[in-house]
C-alpha cells in the first residue's frame, strides 16, 4: 500500500492544513516518511459530520451485513501482510512476533464482535406484551431495544499500535454497536494507522455503507482531541492512555451543554500479592515468571505488574533474592517513544530516592538509548502505605518488592490503593483461609481478579474485564477488552403500543432478526419466544 | 404511628444539630407538626460510614433473605395504612385516590425487584471455561459477575412523595442492587418520608441486617446534598427534581477525586404529535384526553405533555378549539409547594407573553391560593423552532399547542429539541408513512416513544425506560423506571482461574443459586447449563 500522509475522512485523503508531523523509529531516532499533514478544527467537523450523516443507516444495518463489514475489516488487516508489521516494528520498536500476536489479537477480536452481532443479544430486546384485562388499569404493550449511542471518537493508544489502534477493541465494538467512528490517531505510529485505517475505508466501500462510518485523522495531539470530544456530533469517547490525558478529556465532556461518557483507560499498578504456600514451591520460576511479566514488551502494558507483596521472613527473603537475580539477567528493549523512556527514567529516579526504598535488582541499559535497564525496587508494608509516591505508576519495565507481615497488612495497603485493572493471587491450598479473608478488599478496587496468573495476556472473551474503579478507567461500569464492551456504546429506547408496521425489526413480533427475547421478565430463546409473542 | 421529627441514621433516631423545618400543607399554608431537626455535614459521615460498614455484608446476601428484605418494605409500608395516606395528603394536596395508587405503585415496585433478585440475572454471570489445550496459548477459566457498586444517595422528588422517594424506584432498585442507602427526604413531605423511612428500618432489623443499609436524613436541602454527594463512601447518586439541583450534583460528583455515576430524572417537554388520520375521528374525546394529562396530578408529573403539535388547516382548528373548550371546563388543583406555585405563575407569564404565543384556552383559579388556572398556549412552528425561550419546561398544568404544516417541519422542530423522557404520536393508519418519516428524528430525543397513549401513566416493568438523553436525564444510558433500573448500581468483576473455595456463590460450578449463565457467550438456563460447567 503507498502511504498518503492524510487523513482519511469518509473515505476521501484529506490534506491538513496545520504543521505537518513524521513517524520515528525510537531505536534509530530517525523519522520515518511520508510526512504527514495534520488537520485543523475546521477541517475536523467534516468528519464529524460525516458521521452524524451516516449513523442513520449504520445504525439500522441488518444484522449479516453489519457483521460482514466487520469480518472484511479484519480480512483486509491480514491482507496487508508483512508491511503492517515492518511499519509497526519502525514505529514502536516493538518485535515483529509481538506484532503478529497482536494483529491476530485484532482481527479475532473483530471477527468475535461480528458474531456478537449476528448473535444479537446485545440489543437487549425486552417485550412486555399488552394486558388489556388487566385491573385496575390495562397494561400497553411495551418493547425496549438498545440503539447505538451515535458517533464516538476513539483514540489510539501508544503501546497497542493495533489492538488498542485504528481497528482495536474501541473502535470493533463502537462499529460493533452501530456507531460511526472517528479516528484520532496516535502521533507515535501515523503509518501503522494509516494502513489500518485504509483497510477499515476498503471494507466500509466494498459493504456499499456511508463512508462517514469511519474517518482517520491526524492532528496536533491535545487540541484536536479537545475539540473532538467537544463536538456536538460526538456522543462517547473511547481512550486508552495517560491519566492526564484521560482526565482532561473527562473534563471536557462533562462541561459540554450536553455531556457524554468518556471510557477512558488510563493506569494501573496490577498488584500481586504472594502468599506463603506459593513460596514453598519453585521460588525461581515464580521469580523469572513475575520478572518476565515486568519486562515483557518492555513494560509498557497496562496491565504490566507495578507491585508485589512478598513475606516478610525467610520466604520472602528467597523470593527477593530470586528476583534480583533474575531481572539482573535481562537487558533493556526499546521504548515507545523517547518521551515514554525519558518518563520511565524520571519515575525510577523518584521512587528509588524515596525513603526506605532499596535496589532488589537491576538489569542492563539496552542496545539503544531508549532502552532503560529494568529494575525491581523494594520497600517495606509501613512505607507503602504512608508514601503516596510509592504509588505512582511507572510506565515501563519497573516494579515495587513490598515486605509484609500479617493479611491485615495487605488489607490496609488494599484499602490505601486507587483503583486497578487487577489484582493477582500467588497461593496454594494452605492460603485459601487467608486470601478468602483479602479478597473482599480487593473486589473494591480491581476489575479482574487472578489466582496464580500473571496480569499480562489480557484474554479476549465474554467474561473479561479489563476496566475497574477510577483512576484505573473513568468508568468502572464498563470494560474495554472482550465482548461486554459493545455495552459502552448503547442506550434503550422503550416503544409503547407501536403498529408493526412501524416497529424497528429487532421488535417485530415476526422477529425477523431471529433474536432471543426478555418476555416478561424471561429471557426466551428465538424460537421459543415467537409463540408467546404472537399469541 | 409517631413521628420523631429526626433522621433515623442506622436505624436509630439522630436529634440533628442544625436549625429546625416543619412540612407545610400548601392547602391550607399552615405548618405540621413535629419539627423535623436537621442534621450537620458532621452528622452526615454517621450515615456514610455505617452504609459503607454494611456494605460486606449486604452485597453478599443470598437471593431469598434479600428478597424477602424488599417483601418485608413492602408490607410494612402498607402496614402503616390510613396514616400514610393522611399524612401525604397534608403535605402535598395530592388527592387520597392519586396516592393510594401510587402507594400501590411503590409496593408493587419493591415487590418487582424482589423477584428480580430471586431470578438473579441481573447478576450477569459470564463463564469462559479454561480451554488448557488450545494454541498457541492455553485459555484461563474466566468468570464474570457484577457487583454492587457501594453506598448510594438517593433524593427523593416533591412530587411522588411515594413512588420516587423514601421507598421509591432509586431505592428500591439500589437496595435490590446490594447498595447500602443513603436517603435525603424532600423537605416538602418530611413526615411521609419518616413514615416510611420507619417500615424500612423495620424491614432492615427484622431481616437480621446491618442497620447501616438504610438511613434517612433531614438537612438544609442544598448544602447537606451537595456534602453527600461529595461524601467519599458514597459510589453512586440517584436523584429527582429539577435541572438546576441535578446539574448542581453532577458537577459535583465529576470534580470529586474519585468521580461517580449521578443518575439524575430532571426534566421533559413530553412532545405530542397529532397527525391528520387522528383528527378524523372524536376529536372533542382526543382533546379532552390531552387535557387531561396535562391537568391530572396538577400537571406536577415528568411526563406531563408540554408540547402538542396539531397541524394547520382546518382539522388542526377543530382540535384547537376543543382543546379551549376542554381545558375552560379546569379548576386548578393545590400544588405540591408555594414554591413550585410561584414557579408555574412565573413559567406561564413569561410563555404567555413571548412573540407569536396566544392563549388557547384557560381553566378558572382552584379552591387555594396555590392553585393556578390550568393554561393551554398556542403558537406557530416556526415561532417554536426560533425561540428558545418557548422550549422551557412549565411544571404544572400547562402546556403549548403548536401549529405545523409539514412532516418536515415536525423533523426541524424535533431536531431542534433537547433531550426528553417522551415522545407521543396520535394517528391512524393513513399516518404511518408519515410517523415513519419522523421516528428516526424522535429516537435520538427520548427514552419512550408512545403511540395513540399519553406519556402520563409510567409503568413499572421489565420493557419500560423512564429516561433519555440530556437534560432529561443526566445519563441517557439508564432509566429510573422499570427492572432495568437496578443496572445502575453494579459493574463487572472478572475472576481468572480462581479455586471454587474462593469464588463468590454466584460463580461456582455448583450453581447454588440456580442462575441462568452465558457460557462461552450463550445464554443457557440454570439446569442446562450445569452439565456444561461441571464437564
Redesign the interface.
Known sequence: MTLTGHSLIAGQPVVGSGRTAFGFNPATNESLEPAYTLITEDQLTTATSAAAAAY?SFS?LDPETHAGFLEAIAGNIEAIGDELIIRAGQETGLPAARLQGERARTTGQLRLFA??VR?G?FRGV???PALPERTP?P??D???RQ?P??PVAVFGASNFPLAFSTAGGDTASALAAGCPVVFKAHNAHPGTSELVGQAIVQAVKDAGLHPGVFSLIYGPGASIGQALVADPAIKAVGFTGSQNAGIAL??TA?ARP??I?VYAEMSSLNPVFVFDGALKGDVDALAQQYVTAVTGSSGQLCTSPGLLFAPEGELGDKLAAAVGRAVSACAGQTMLTEGIAGSWNAGAEALGSADGVTVVGQGTQGPTKNAPAPTIFGTGVKEFVANHVLHQEIFGAASLVIRYGSVQDLIAATNRLE?QLTASLQLT?ED?PT??QL??AL??K????????WPT?V?V?????H?G???AT??????SVG??AINRF??????????Q??LPAALRDTNPWQL?R?I????EAAADAKDKVNA
Open positions: 442513520p439500522a458474531n456478537v448473535q443479544d425486552r417485550i412486555d388499569l397494561r400497553a411495551i418493547r425496549q440503539i449511542l451515535g473527562m473534563r462533562a450536553e455531556p461518557p483503583g491450598e485459601f486470601a478468602a479478597l473482599p473486589e473494591q480491581v476489575g479482574r481478579i487472578i489466582v496464580n496468573g495476556g484474554e472473551g465474554h467474561a473479561m474485564v476496566g474503579p477510577f483512576p473513568s468508568d468502572t461500569r464498563t470494560t465482548t461486554l448503547l442506550r434503550p429506547v422503550a416503544y409503547q403500543n407501536l403498529p408496521e412501524l432471543n426478555r416478561d421478565g424471561t429471557v
